[in-house]
């Protein structure tokens, strides 16, 4: 626990003063009296490492102590409940094996949490996420405001937390990185594994599934997000999910799946022929795909921008897209008129971490940030070539996107997600 009580420590010494208050997420309701699987608030759980529904976090930091208060609130141990839902710790067992100075009862949240606010200069909370605790706190607050002929102050200032936590979060610690890895082990084998049993006339759920297996077997909890498994056309759909189509001999299949282990996410797409082997129009716009997250991933080291690596992709994809004729011009007049979105209309990554797009800005006072070692991103340009009667037929319906794991190195970069095969040569031959 004792990443997550440093944690704690760093988020109290930039508050300075005041009371943080940071909740988990609720459970969802799926239909009647089903829930949807749990998962935790990523905010909550990076601070506290407590997997359990209904839990507060609360630290009040006080200027010139050298040491803050750190309480948590959750449920009261409950025998009975622990029948139907399994194990709960309980606020005493919570309080030791999670390192807090206090824990209690969330049965007594209405009630402490106005003494806490009580004379505190600011409170640090995410307004805006969830109007349901909005609601809430803003209760507690004019109940302090109902004691000012007692003497006592609420928080004159309201500061969003998550301004603080995003720059703890973009930057991942050693152990963060090295569970990150795990997760792209596994979330690449099971790409490996659709590749092996991929066939013509299989539908994609059936691949799909073959994806969760090995997800489960490996021991990560859950997908990190639904996945991608689109044949043909379909790839052509950037956030398709239907997942359900018959595969067809001499389609494409884009599949674009991450696993979540302990928190944190892996996010890879890998983009292969159903049958096995690219025909030679499938190849040139592959080889190009990939040229473009080579140049991507070369940009990514210290000192360069977020966008960089952007850049670096968008050139090499458009000089591809001239060459093929599918646009005209310069480089930079077909980058200028933003002509080759009709193919590539997304950027090459995002952040990655607890969230599969993860906490943090991409800009500082309207610069692009620059990366640091301990950074964690995507790299993943694409291709999709609708059909389009200022197309060439044999072009249509090629959907490619190419999708790494990076961290970012003192000296460079890592690839997480290295094992994966992406060469023209290395899928095909493990195809077959």
Not at 140 to 161: C, F, H, L, T
Not at 210 to 224: D, M
Not at 339 to 353: A, C, E, I, N, Q
Request: with cysteine.
């Amino acid at each position: 626990m004792e990443s997550y009580r440093t944690r704690r420590q760093h988020l109290t010494s930039k508050m300075q003063s005041g009371v943080a208050i940071i909740p988990t997420a609720p459970e969802r309701i799926r239909n009647r009296d089903a829930h949807y699987p749990y998962r935790f608030d990523s905010y909550f759980y990076y601070l506290t490492g407590f997997r359990e529904p209904e839990a507060v976090f609360v630290t009040v930091a006080e200027t010139g102590q050298s040491e803050s208060k750190h309480i948590l609130f959750c449920r009261d141990k409950d025998e009975t409940r622990e029948i139907w839902d399994g194990f709960r710790y309980g606020p005493e067992v919570a309080k030791e094996t999670f390192c807090f100075d206090e824990a209690y009862s969330i049965s007594r949240l209405d009630e402490m949490i106005p003494e806490i606010l009580a004379n505190q200069p600011t409170l640090y909370y995410a307004l805006g996420q969830d109007a349901a605790w909005d609601i809430r706190v803003t209760g507690w607050i004019n109940q302090v405001k109902e004691a000012v002929r007692k003497g006592v102050s609420a928080p004159a200032k309201i500061y969003d937390s998550c301004s603080i936590l995003d720059e703890m979060r973009i930057i991942k610690s050693a152990e963060e990185i090295d569970v990150m890895k795990n997760a792209a082990v596994i979330s690449t084998e099971a790409h490996r594994r659709a590749m092996q049993l991929t066939r013509p006339d299989k539908h994609e759920y059936e691949i799909e599934a073959e994806l969760f297996c090995i997800f489960r077997q490996r021991g990560a909890q859950a997908p990190a997000y639904t996945p991608i498994v689109a044949g043909g056309a379909n790839a052509c759909i950037l956030h398709y999910i239907e997942n359900n189509a018959k595969l067809k001999d001499g389609d494409l299949l884009l599949i674009d799946a991450g696993c979540e282990l302990d928190g944190y996410a892996a996010d890879i797409t890998r983009t292969f022929p159903v049958n096995g082997k690219f025909s030679p129009v499938q190849k040139d716009v592959y080889e190009l795909v990939l040229s473009a997250q080579v140049a991507a991933i070369a940009a990514v080291r210290p000192g360069n921008t977020w966008d960089d690596p952007h850049q670096a992709a968008l050139k090499v994809l458009v000089q591809g897209l001239i060459d093929f004729g599918l646009c005209q011009g310069s480089v930079d007049a077909v980058i200028e008129s933003e002509d080759y979105k009709r193919f590539y209309m997304h950027r090459t990554g995002h952040w990655l971490g607890l969230d599969v797009h993860d906490a943090g800005d991409y800009k500082l006072n309207g610069s692009w940030r620059l990366l640091q070692p301990g950074m964690t991103l995507t790299v993943e340009p694409g291709c999709y070539i609708r059909p389009s009667e200022n197309v060439p037929p044999h072009f249509w319906n090629i959907g490619i996107r190419i999708e790494d794991d990076v961290a970012v190195t003192e000296t460079g970069h890592d690839i997480l997600t290295i094992t994966a095969p992406k060469s023209v040569a290395e899928i095909e031959e493990l195809m077959q």
